[in-house]
């Protein structure tokens, strides 16, 4: 017998859950600035999500999937984007999207069921959210082929959830991109569950980022609690995607404190005492026990913090919460580039039939 | 000018649609050095290269979401499903993606796109190579179901689907890919993509048909022409958005209309039509309303294929029931 193949799966971490240093950070580590923008954004995500549950809570938002405990995860991969990169985000990834300029006031808009919310006035490029799971692989892969063709330095970005990794589009997608060495890059958010199925009912395989060896291509993991660690390895990734050196899979390990969505009540399948546990590795307290240790981040500087944080959100949601809805006609003003006749028709009978 | 078939005619707009515009990628299995299973892409990939005549591995999913990447970033993907009976997977990316991308964004993003299918009975192919499930797709917002019935509309039709800022799904009934043959000016005009065409004009009856059962509806109609019955037959075309207008007025005029499709009856276009008449052309009607179809069945394998088509004396029949009405 001849072995033909073989394969490892590198991890990465470079804080552990008490904030302190397992080895030497990165170059863009050594700058205190860096990690206390990265610890800001992840508040700012946190805080913005309990702000929608909140909302959705006192019926005033729909259905809302919180990040809550997994935020180092979009906030580590957006930090590693260029703006001119595209991003292609699950329905979880707030955070990302936040870093990427688009309005807290969109993403409100959205879940309080607006498309505007996903007519971005900053990444215009960028996808809206994708609710089907993985199905927005295949779109990630189309983007980093369009970019190919145009010879452009630019790279896809694509985040989905582990249960996204038991999808054939997501094979798919890493296959193709495998073959054509696409600049796209492919980030799980691993935490643990896929609404009440675990991670060890997802697949037999040890890690999610092996997924990437039937593919072709490099897949790496990373504690998703680690946001320098995220941040890392997702830049490593993208700067790979924009030498023309392929795509890569980006396992970030980390944990769902919350329910699936606010649908959702996680009591029904899960332990509390597993959450608890958890709780211990979250990544906001981690990096804010390592900026403190080290002199970087004071009590009025995380007052500050708060403060300003809520105070943009409290703005972004009476904004939303001003917002008058669209006209009923509004559904077919984008339906097709011109209406056709046979749906003019139809538009004029529900205008006729909602005029005030 | 020389005939061409209507397999010709899909190459013929194909390389004009790429010569004319160099965001026109093609997609799908085996298009590139193989030219295609039925050859409708021969001769691309050396004239156009490999970047824009791709092939792609065996992801049917895959090239309808890539499609909806790629036209998101302004490229106008045409991509090729080697039967329709392989579509399916692409129906999750069609509905969910394609069909909603401009709405959903309001108008940020958009995904031009053509997926090409041939399609329906009457080979003799192996299983699930025979099927005409057009409907699935006139069901679905936002795209064009659009299906050519003769070469020159084939080519007129399918430079309108690339050219068109919106995704369209483009069924080619393989049947009559290569007869019969007609003249195709390779003009680079386009035909319009929601009118129907009135392929022979007539008084007393109205045929409504699209695909490859044009030629029975026709043959039915030289057949009623020689007993003194002047049949109009419509082909549809553009199913979805669907011309009622035309058909309408077609019927305003003859008071009686036969519908015929390959595709199983219920829940088929064809209903569509049928309600169509009843809402606004009942007044004018002076028979009920009669559909030829396909049976409500699993198409057969190829031994009892031609029991299940729709046949010249099924549509007869018809057409004289029809008649018979005073």
Same mark, same amino acid.
């Given at each position: ?18 904030? #302190? #240093? ?14 206390? @923008? ?29 990040? $809550? ?6 906030? @580590? ?17 707030? @955070?990302?999207?936040?870093?990427? !300029? ?10 309080? !069921? ?22 927005? /692989?295949?779109? /990630? ?36 991109? !495998? ?32 997924? /990437? ?28 995607? #924009?030498?023309?050196? @392929? ?40 990096? #804010? ?10 009590? /009025? ?24 809805? $669209? ?15 046979? $749906? ?13 | 000018?020389?005939?061409?078939? *209507? ?36 001769? *691309? ?18 090239? %309808? ?21 392989? &579509? ?63 070469? %020159? ?72 022409? %020689? ?6 037959? &419509? ?92």
């Amino acid at each position: 017998m001849t072995q033909v193949a073989s394969f490892t799966i590198e991890h990465t971490q470079f804080l552990d859950p008490q904030g #302190r #240093r397992t080895q030497t950070p990165p170059a863009f580590a050594q700058d205190p600035q860096a990690l206390i @923008g990265l610890y800001k954004a992840m508040v700012l995500t946190r805080t913005f999500d309990a702000k929608a549950v909140a909302l959705q809570r006192t019926g005033r938002l729909g259905t809302y999937a919180s990040s $809550l405990g997994q935020e180092a995860v979009p906030v @580590g991969a957006a930090a590693a984007m260029r703006a001119e990169d595209v991003f292609l985000p699950s329905f979880r990834e707030q @955070g990302a999207q936040i870093l990427r !300029g688009v309005q807290m006031v969109e993403i409100l808009l959205y879940w309080g !069921g607006d498309e505007r919310g996903s007519d971005f006035a900053g990444p215009r490029e960028d996808f809206p959210i994708c609710v089907p799971v993985g199905t927005h /692989a295949p779109h /990630a892969v189309g983007v980093a082929r369009a970019f190919q063709l145009r010879g452009e330095a630019r790279v896809a970005v694509c985040i989905f959830g582990d249960g996204a990794t038991s999808r054939g589009d997501v094979y798919e997608a890493m296959n193709f991109a !495998g073959v054509h060495r696409l600049p796209v890059v492919f980030v799980v958010n691993n935490n643990q569950w896929a609404i009440s199925v675990p991670r060890t009912r997802q697949t037999a395989a040890e890690t999610l980022a092996q997924k /990437a060896v039937a593919a072709g291509i490099p897949g790496v993991q990373v504690d998703g609690n680690d946001v320098i660690a995220v941040r890392h390895v997702v830049a490593a990734a993208i700067e790979r995607a #924009r030498a023309d050196k @392929g795509p890569t899979l980006v396992e970030a390990l980390t944990y769902r404190l919350s329910d699936h969505t606010t649908a959702d009540d996680a009591g029904r399948y899960r332990d509390d005492a597993e959450v608890s546990a958890h709780w211990k590795e979250e990544p906001i307290a981690r990096l #804010r026990q390592h900026l403190s240790d080290t002199g970087h981040w004071t009590k /009025a500087e995380e007052e500050a913090l708060i403060t300003d944080c809520a105070a943009r959100i409290e703005a972004a949601a009476s904004e939303y919460l001003a917002t008058p809805p $669209l006209p009923p006609t509004a559904m077919f003003d984008h339906l097709y580039a011109v209406l056709p006749a046979a $749906l003019a028709e139809q538009r004029a009978e529900l205008e006729e039939a909602t005029e005030p | 000018m020389s005939e061409t078939t *209507l397999v010709e005619a899909v190459r013929l707009a194909l390389a004009r649609a790429m010569a004319e515009d160099e965001t026109v990628l093609i997609l799908g299995e085996d298009v590139g050095i193989d030219g295609g299973v039925f050859r409708a892409t021969d001769g *691309l990939m050396s004239r156009f290269g490999a970047d824009r005549v791709m092939d792609t591995p065996l992801s049917e999913s895959l090239f %309808a979401g890539l499609a909806v990447g790629l036209g998101a970033q302004g490229f106008r993907p045409v991509v090729e499903y080697q039967f329709m009976g392989f &579509i399916y997977p692409a129906v999750d990316q069609i509905v969910n993606h394609a069909g909603r991308l401009r709405n959903r964004t309001r108008g940020r993003l958009s995904c031009p796109m053509v997926i090409r299918a041939p399609y329906g009975g009457g080979i003799h192919a192996p299983e699930h190579h025979s099927e005409s499930m057009e409907a699935l797709f006139a069901h679905i917002p936002g795209i064009r179901v659009v299906i050519p019935s003769s070469p %020159a509309r084939a080519y007129g039709l399918l430079l309108a689907a690339i050219r068109d800022p919106d995704p369209v799904v483009f069924l080619e009934p393989k049947r009559i890919y290569r007869a019969p043959k007609e003249e195709v000016a390779d003009d680079g005009v386009a035909a319009p993509l929601d009118l129907c065409f009135v392929v022979r004009e007539g008084r007393d009856v109205t045929l409504v048909t699209w695909g490859a059962m044009i030629v029975e509806t026709l043959a039915a109609a030289d057949t009623l022409a %020689a007993e003194g019955v002047e049949a109009e037959v &419509i082909d549809v075309a553009a199913l979805k958005p669907l011309d009622m207008a035309t058909i309408l007025s077609s019927v305003e005029r003859t008071g009686r209309c036969v519908i015929v499709h390959e595709a199983p009856l219920s829940g088929g276009v064809g209903a569509e039509i049928a309600a169509g008449l009843a809402d606004r052309g009942l007044v004018n009607l002076l028979a009920p309303v009669q559909r030829v179809a396909g049976y409500d069945t699993v198409m057969p394998l190829p031994r009892l294929e031609t029991y299940y088509m729709p046949t010249e004396e099924r549509i007869l029949r018809t057409v004289r029931r029809v008649l018979a009405y005073a």
